[in-house]
């Protein structure tokens, strides 16, 4: 929330106090500027190289600045250790069909709807 009658450097925009201002995360995330190919697979762009090259407020999946997430490493940390049991106890098997893969554009949430995602149980 704008806490101060102000004017955005950019584009000269006039911005009235208790104005509530949201960054587009899904737009910026996949604005081909700072990700190019931004629809294609490339988990390479997050490596500590080229993760360093882009400017610092283009990845924003926990948030920035004073109220950034409190629990960001540790979900991180619970999510990489969902994917060991899950990939030591199954077999995923992905079957894409016709056009390639296809994404849903939520507000909340991205799902892709032409895939089909089957785990096999190494047991």
């Known amino acids: 929330m704008c806490t101060e009658d102000t004017i955005l450097p950019t584009g000269n925009i006039k911005v009235d106090k208790g104005t509530k201002i949201f960054t587009p995360i899904y737009e910026l995330h ?16 997050f490596s500590k190289d080229n993760f360093n090259k882009m400017p610092d407020v283009t990845y924003q999946a926990f948030g920035k600045g004073n109220r950034i997430c409190v629990g960001m490493r540790y979900a991180q940390l619970q999510a990489k250790i969902g994917l060991v049991y899950l990939l030591k106890n199954f077999t995923v098997r992905t079957t894409i069909f016709e056009g390639g893969i296809k994404y849903e554009k939520n507000q909340l949430q991205v799902r892709l709807t032409n895939v089909e995602v089957e785990f096999l149980s190494r047991m």
């Open 30 to 45: 996949h604005d081909p500027k700072y990700y190019p190919d931004p629809e294609v697979f490339k988990p390479e762009r």
